[in-house]
């Protein structure tokens, strides 16, 4: 009946890799202790302890693929003035142990079995989960067509740009649309707006059908707005599942 | 386990330590979280139906349900997601005074809230009862807004706030305790955040 973590309470993991993305995400690659299986789009919670018991817990988006073995990447924006996003950044070594409890979330999930056309939309950071979907459907070599609509501000903070792109040129079912906010487009298909009701429309020409799920990720004013612009291009509200990071 | 490196510098004040349940931190602003874009419910067209299993019981258009009995709770409100948030005001029909205006007692021991967008999520009785729990339709003195669950959530403050449903629009009474929304996608049954009932399978 449940799907849920019974079986997953807090575990030991070691940071084993390092590499900076953007200017402003680093990817945390983490190697677990216990077996670990999780399902494209599920997150971990993290917990840190201080000397003096207290603790912090967040949440992070697995951004590798359930093919990718037990290794476990974490894409963690930069927040100057959070708590748990700087330690990473600025403390966080190869070799160092966190906590971590999951794989978490049965909702904002998709497998290939599940079929599409997919239509993910992500707003910085909120790419991480997609990210998982899109390297899944290419691990599984997936017939699934899907279209990203990933808005960042800048071309240099597009996260896993080189990856994407490539997905993109291997014309295999996978379309790339990129919103830049505060830079001209670079690509002739990229817009350099916010993401709207006209951007969905023409991305979604992109798919040969109307699309079977739609994912929408990122911030909680970058979820309500985007959700909004995908009723309003005339996707159903019953197919649009979202994921808000709440900051 | 000690973090290498991490110090408690967001360490609340002792004052508050005794109202943070283990693992939450205290945050001043009002996150959202939802599982599908903002339903935007008016008013004109709101209602709210009981309902026994799927027989309704009563149901009060949104002149009718504001005309019953509003009382004021302020509470602490925990979320899953580990933030806690400090004397939250708000307004609304303790289910006491819903199940008075239809005339009838606790119909079983369960109950299912059902909200506009479909999503539901399970309560025993007795947590919404005798002042526990109330449909709230004011937040510090105003209507609730659409991405907070306006126009009428569900608050039931002593369980983590998935419980308290969002977009609100019926209360079912049940004979078994059947899992809502989250409760079947890897969440606690019933999700008490001084035990840190936070997935299925927490003690
Ligand atoms: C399901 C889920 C998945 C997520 N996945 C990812 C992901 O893949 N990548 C990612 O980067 N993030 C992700 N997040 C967000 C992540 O969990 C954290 O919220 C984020 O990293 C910020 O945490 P922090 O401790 O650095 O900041 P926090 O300390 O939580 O602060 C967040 C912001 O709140 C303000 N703030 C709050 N309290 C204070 C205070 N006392 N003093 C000063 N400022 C304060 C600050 O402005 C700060 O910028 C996810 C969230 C969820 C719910």
Redesign the pocket.
Same mark, same amino acid.
């Given at each position: 009946m449940s799907d849920g973590p019974a079986q997953s309470p807090w575990q030991t993991v070691t940071i084993s890799r390092i590499e900076k993305r953007t200017p402003r $995400?680093t990817s945390f690659f983490l190697e677990p202790s216990r077996p670990f299986a999780h399902r494209a789009g599920q997150?971990v919670d993290v917990r840190l302890t201080a000397p003096d018991g207290y603790q912090?817990r /967040? #949440?992070? #988006? =697995?951004?590798s693929a359930p093919e990718a073995g037990e290794t476990i990447e974490?894409? =963690? @924006? /930069?927040? *100057? *003035? !959070? @708590?748990? #996003?700087?330690?990473?950044h600025d403390i966080a070594a190869v070799g160092d142990e966190v906590e971590l409890r999951g794989p978490? !979330?049965g909702h904002?999930i998709w497998s290939d079995s599940d079929g599409g056309p997919l239509l993910l939309v992500g707003g +910085?950071? +909120?790419v $991480?989960?997609l990210m998982a979907m899109i390297r899944h459907r290419a691990a599984r070599e997936s017939a699934v067509t899907a279209a990203l609509v990933f808005s960042a501000r800048i071309w240099d903070e597009v996260i896993f740009r080189d990856e994407l792109i490539d997905f993109h040129d291997r014309r295999d079912g996978f379309d790339l649309v990129l919103t830049l906010t505060r830079e001209p487009a670079q690509r002739p298909t990229d817009y350099s707006r916010r993401v709207d009701a006209a951007v969905i429309e023409q991305s979604m020409v992109r798919l040969p059908a109307p699309p079977r799920f739609a994912f929408v990720?990122g911030s909680n004013a970058f979820v309500s707005a985007a959700a909004q612009a995908l009723i309003d291009a005339g996707v159903p509200a019953g197919l649009i599942r979202t994921? /808000?990071? !709440? $900051? | 386990m000690v973090t290498r490196g991490f110090s408690s510098g967001?360490k609340p004040p002792t004052d508050a330590d005794a109202r943070i349940p283990p693992g939450q931190?205290?945050?001043?602003?009002f996150p959202v979280?939802s599982a599908g874009p903002t339903p935007h419910v008016r008013a004109e067209e709101w209602s709210f139906t009981l309902k026994h299993g799927p027989r309704p019981i009563k149901k009060w258009n949104w002149t009718e349900f504001n005309a019953l009995p509003l009382t004021r709770m302020t509470r602490d409100i925990h979320c899953v997601?580990a933030?806690t948030k400090f004397d939250t005001a708000w307004q609304g029909v303790l289910v006491d005074d819903i199940l008075a205006d239809a005339g009838i007692e606790p119909l079983s021991p369960f109950t299912l809230a059902l909200s506009f967008d479909g999503y539901t999520t399970n309560v025993p009785t007795k947590d919404l009862t005798a002042g526990k729990a109330m449909v709230a339709l004011l937040y510090e003195g105003k209507p609730i807004t659409p991405d907070h669950g306006g126009p009428a959530r569900l608050l039931v403050p002593h369980l983590y706030f998935w419980k308290s449903a969002k977009w609100l629009n019926g209360l079912q009474f049940t004979e078994r305790d059947e899992p809502g929304f989250w409760e079947l996608r890897g969440y606690h049954i019933y999700g008490d955040p001084w035990r840190e009932q936070r997935y299925t399978g927490d003690p």
């Open positions: $995400v997150h912090a /967040r #949440s992070y #988006s =697995i951004a974490l894409a =963690i @924006e /930069r927040l *100057d *003035d !959070g @708590e748990v #996003s700087p330690f990473f978490l !979330g904002f +910085g950071s +909120g $991480v989960p990720c994921e /808000r990071y !709440g $900051v | 967001r931190y205290l945050e001043q602003g979280l997601t933030w």
